[in-house]
């Protein structure tokens, strides 16, 4: 028999460096890593609600009973009017961007603290931590948009307030919203993040931030009904923007314009290219912090 020469093992090495300059992103490490980074999400995903009865229900339900909430509190006792369109259509709406932008700044925005134990152990680019929180959360999104779907068939086509929406070409522009989302929770949440590894105490400061920051944005309320005195505090919020354009797109309503729209766009790039330099500055001494 003939023999089988062994392979001689292949020798390499892997060769970790700081990171240098103000804004290095390792985009080839972060490619590499991308097993890891489904892992990440399907983490994410399943321990939310594991050992809970409904599961991933719950993300049909949440907006729903929210939404169901704010038309007795806002449409009812408040009497806020929602410009003609079905109250809980409206709120919906709404509430589609602000839930995916909470959801990614909640669970990005404590990235070190809630991964202590992992960065001390074993080296993997840092960002992927909160770039598995943006992706996990978008099927939150999709699921979320279920019942969304459902309410704006039924409202369109078998109520008489179906002529109150209206289906026009800005429906296919509607991804372009949600991809606005997610760029500034993400350069938010890379701010939280360094932030609390730095100071614990500001965990439970970003929790009035988030419920003040709902409050600011046009979610229950439409943009028409804001004093002309009051305008520009809500357009100073990046988030008013996409909200305002999931509206526009899904329902075909909305007061938005370009210059509010640029300025938001800016705001949410460098939101997050501070945030990246922010957070690319503590991971160097993360393990010593947290």
Sequence with gaps: MAEIAAKPPQNFEILIQP?????NIPWAEIWEYRDLLLVLVQRDFI????????????HLLQPVITAAVFVVVFGGIAGIPTDGIPKLLFYLC?????????????????????NAHLFGKVYFPRLIVPISVIVSNLIAFALQLIPFVICLIFYKFF??????IAFTWRLLLAPLPLLHVAVLSFGVSLWMSAST????????????IIQIWMFAT???????QVSKKLTWAIWANPLSVPIES?????????????SEIVISVATSILLTATGLIAFQRVERTVVDSV
């Design 159 to 164: 109520t008489h307030q179906g002529g109150s």
């Design 246 to 258: 999931f509206r526009i797109c899904l329902l075909g309503h909305g007061t938005l314009g370009a």
């Design 94 to 114: 709404g509430l589609l961007g602000w839930s995916y932008f909470s959801q990614n700044i909640t669970n990005g925005g404590a990235t070190f603290i809630n």
């Design 19 to 23: 990171s240098r300059g103000w804004l």
């Design 218 to 224: 046009p979610i229950f309320y439409p943009l028409s």
């Design 197 to 208: 590894a730095k100071y614990r105490d500001l965990i439970h400061l970003n929790q009035y």
């Design 47 to 58: 321990s939310r609600y594991k050992q809970t009865i409904l599961g991933p229900l719950w």
